[in-house]
C-alpha cells in the first residue's frame, strides 16, 4: 500500500490523503528500477575513475577518431599525438 499526503493550499490547515494498493509487479518493477540506476552509477563511478587514472587515454581515442575525417596533411597530426601518447 502507497500513501500519499498533499496540503490543500485553498484551505489552511488541510491535507488531502491518498491511499493506494500497489500491486507485487509494481513492486518488483521499482526494486528493478532502482538496481539499474545503481548499476548505472557504479558503472559511471568507474569510467570516470579510469579517466582520472589516464586522462590521456581519452585525448588519444579523441586523435583516433578525428583521423578517419581529416584531411590527409591533418592525418599526420593526428597519427603523431597517438604515437606520442602511446610512448608516454
Same mark, same amino acid.
Given at each position: ?10 484551505? /489552511? ?5 491518498? *491511499? $493506494?494498493?500497489?500491486?507485487? !509487479? ?6 528493478? &528500477? ?14 570516470? /575513475? ?5 586522462? *590521456? $587515454?581519452?585525448?588519444?581515442? !579523441? ?6 575525417? &581529416? ?18
Amino acid at each position: 500500500m502507497a500513501a500519499e499526503v498533499s496540503p490543500i493550499p485553498e484551505e /489552511a490547515d488541510t491535507i488531502a490523503i491518498c *491511499l $493506494s494498493v500497489r500491486s507485487m !509487479a509494481r513492486r518488483m518493477e521499482d526494486q528493478l &528500477v532502482h538496481r539499474n540506476a545503481a548499476r548505472s552509477v557504479t558503472a559511471m563511478a568507474a569510467m570516470l /575513475a579510469h579517466e582520472v587514472k589516464n586522462p *590521456l $587515454s581519452g585525448i588519444r581515442g !579523441a586523435a583516433q577518431l578525428l583521423e578517419s575525417s &581529416v584531411a590527409e596533411q591533418d592525418r599526420e597530426l593526428t597519427r603523431l599525438i597517438c604515437e606520442d601518447l602511446i610512448a608516454s
